[in-house]
């Protein structure tokens, strides 16, 4: 059925609002601070066959990977047999999911008894069982880490408010009003894109409104095609590195081949190092939605509807069972890592072709830092999940933002006040810049930071992973690298502990834990810097070194 374009535009803006409607009820339902506050979630409304019509700008890595997921759905469920009662959660790294705290949740919409299209909800959940709370380091496969859902129908009105999928969830979480609450919040933003695709269809009809959801995704396409071909066509390569975990080793390697042609783009990984024995493993969708991000970044149109159709001129392979895509049963926890070495490795190889639209490398990595409390009164858990960034890299155009979560997780700093409001077992001491901490260059590297927490209970522990704790962000065309992370403990007897980029530890009262995330590198020969931006950081206190320690 052909759509004339005032119809696209007034049709495929109600389509695009829903999404957006959607994020804003799931944040004001959340109970967690990390979907309430750090914003770790994302949303999409779903055509009847399983294509992602709109999405909200949410996390890019999850708001990617939702296709991935609900593609891995659909070929196990036929849409025929799902009525308007069933719901499916999912969250399985290896077919589709990202790693198991993101759970995804899809509800069929239905109107006058026809499939409309699915709400598709993801959120980070604080606890989803595993061997430690909130965050297990160690584990060194997927069953450590906790519940893995299948992804099958199941009755909300049996299952759920109180049913056998309800308690499985109570029975195996620590903290489980807080991840109940969440899921409730994930049913309500779905609720309301049953309501408003209902509304949509009954105003236009049902062939219209598919229609237009088809137009949407070609029209997506042509944009996306459009844009990948202003890229001069060649083969680019380059390669990023991880610091290699606990268990031994110096580095691990990230590396990707980028071909151009036209207006179709290959972006290949073999050479990467394969997948590791703890968590730093990334599911393959996780892998796919980091080159996405990364080439639509680099792109002269920046507006471009995220839909199904921006998948079909990409395409992306990654060595089974590296660390860009690993063979069950890895464990995946801390994929972002891989995740966003992929991202920029993907930048770096284009740098060459687009050098006025890179930026040099960011911190780019998500600092996870879970703190948790058992009472030994009451035995219940307080568990809290922070997702913290680092100094994003400089490019042609400017410095690099400071203080940032990394460009595909984009959650927002939770307010130290909101903390110190929900939780009663630690409180921040510090949130500061940390000055210097930005690579030199004509533009200079965005700064890190740091965020010290304080347990005011015996027993909380505290359990964090990170990245470039040896080697810092690196800059491009003569810019310097951005400075390290680093952990540390300040015990009560006034000694300090230096932790490990992965690492665990239990505080007493009054000791502190203090993390220190890396700036962004620099983008050009720090002598054409010009020496009013100079004067001007030296005026700010942005460039004076910190103290070694």
């Known amino acids: 059925m052909p759509v004339d374009p005032v119809t696209l535009n007034i049709v495929g803006t109600a389509l695009a609002a829903i999404p957006r409607e959607m994020a804003a009820n799931l944040r004001r339902a959340a109970f967690s601070s990390v979907v309430r506050e750090a914003r770790d979630y994302a949303v999409a409304l779903v055509d009847p066959r399983g294509n992602v019509v709109s999405q909200a700008e949410a996390i890019p890595i999850m708001t990617a990977g939702i296709s991935h997921a609900i593609a891995a759905v659909l070929a196990e469920t036929d849409p025929a047999t799902l009525t308007a009662d069933d719901a499916i959660l999912y969250n399985d790294p290896f077919r589709g999911g990202q790693h198991l705290q993101d759970i995804y949740l899809f509800t069929p919409i239905f109107h006058e008894g026809a499939l409309a299209g699915f709400a ?63 899921l409730n919040a994930q049913f309500a933003a779905n609720n309301v894109a049953a309501e408003r695709l209902r509304e949509l269809v009954a105003r236009h009809g049902p062939e219209l ?24 066509d060649g083969d680019y390569a380059a390669e990023e590195i991880i610091d290699a975990s606990t268990w031994g080793g110096d580095r691990h390697h990230v590396r990707v081949a980028v071909r151009v042609r036209g207006s179709d783009l290959e972006v290949d990984f073999t050479g990467t190092d394969p997948q590791v024995p703890a968590n730093l493993n990334c599911p393959f969708a996780s892998t796919v939605s980091s080159v996405q991000s990364a080439i639509r970044g ?20 990654a060595p089974y069972g590296s660390i860009l895509n690993p063979v069950a049963p890895a464990a995946v926890r801390a994929r972002l890592t891989p995740a966003s070495r992929a991202f920029d490795a993907v930048i770096r190889a ?46 042609a155009a400017g410095d690099g933002a400071d203080a940032l979560d990394n460009p595909i997780s984009n959650c927002a700093s939770a307010p130290v006040e909101a903390l110190e409001i929900d939780y009663s077992h630690f409180r921040v001491t510090e949130f500061a810049l940390r000055p210097g901490s930005g690579g030199d260059g004509r533009n200079r590297g965005g700064l890190g930071f740091v965020r010290t927490y304080e347990a005011t209970r015996d027993g909380v522990t505290f359990s964090a992973y990170s990245d470039r704790h040896r080697y810092g962000a690196r800059g491009l065309f003569g810019g310097e690298a951005g400075a390290t992370g680093g952990l540390e403990v300040t015990r009560s007897d006034g000694t300090v502990q230096r932790l490990s980029h992965i690492d665990a530890v239990t505080l007493a009262a009054g000791e502190r834990v203090s993390l220190r995330t890396g700036g962004g590198g620099g983008y050009g020969p720090p002598a054409e810097r010009p020496p009013a931006h100079r004067q001007a950081d030296a005026r700010d206190g942005l460039t004076a070194k910190e103290t070694p320690q």
């Open 120 to 182: 598709a909800s993801v959120a980070h959940h604080v606890d989803i069982g595993g061997g430690e709370p909130g965050l297990t380091i160690n584990a060194k496969e997927v069953f450590q880490e906790g519940l893995r859902l299948p992804g099958r129908p199941f009755s909300v009105s049996r299952d759920w408010h109180g049913g056998f999928v309800e308690q499985l969830f109570r029975l195996n979480v620590r903290v489980p009003d807080l991840v109940v609450g969440d």
């Open 209 to 232: 409104t598919a229609a237009v959801m088809d137009e949407l995704q070609d029209y997506a396409e042509r944009r996306l095609r459009d844009s990948i071909a202003e890229i001069p």
């Open 298 to 317: 680099l792109l002269r149109d920046k507006d471009i509807p995220f839909n199904e159709g921006c998948n079909r001129p990409i395409t992306v392979t």
């Open 350 to 395: 284009l740098a060459e072709a687009l050098p006025e639209r890179v930026v040099a490398t960011g911190y780019d990595t998500t600092s996870a830092a879970a703190l948790s409390y058992l009472d030994p009164d009451s035995h219940e858990y307080e568990v809290v999940l922070e997702v913290l960034g680092g100094g994003w890299g400089a490019g």
